[in-house]
């Protein structure tokens, strides 16, 4: 069973640092893209950061030169580094991931439950 696994959320300071980590584990084949959505209060879900297998990355216009996403292949693993924070960075985060579970099967997109993050003024 598919599990995405996400850690490092938390409470800073505006101007502050957070890494988040998300780690994909069982049964998985291959992945292809993974990445970091987020959700404020009565917004809709937007997508943070993404990158590709091969290390192409996409961002939102509105982190773009403050956060750094980045992945390990061989442990399953994406990364955020998130600097020079916002309150209006504050949200749930949510960590997701295409990926294959045998060979020549097909591609789904998995969700983690997601780790609150809140950038105070």
């Known amino acids: 069973q598919v599990q995405l696994a996400e850690s490092g959320g938390g409470l800073v300071q505006a101007g502050g640092s957070l890494r988040l980590s998300c780690a994909a584990s069982?049964?998985?084949?291959?992945?292809?893209?993974m990445g970091w959505y987020r959700q404020a209060p009565d917004k809709q879900r937007e997508l943070v950061a993404s990158i590709t297998s091969s290390g192409s990355t996409n961002y939102a216009d509105s982190v773009k030169g403050r956060f750094t996403i980045s992945r390990d292949n061989a442990k399953n693993t994406v990364y955020l580094q998130m600097n020079s924070l916002k309150p209006e960075d504050t949200a749930v985060y949510l960590c997701?991931?295409?990926?294959?579970?045998?060979?020549?099967?097909?591609?789904?997109?998995?969700w983690g439950q997601g780790t609150q993050v809140t950038v105070s003024s």
């Open positions: 997701s991931a295409n990926l294959q579970q045998r060979f020549m099967g097909p591609f789904y997109r998995y």
């Open positions: 069982g049964g998985i084949f291959a992945i292809n893209d």
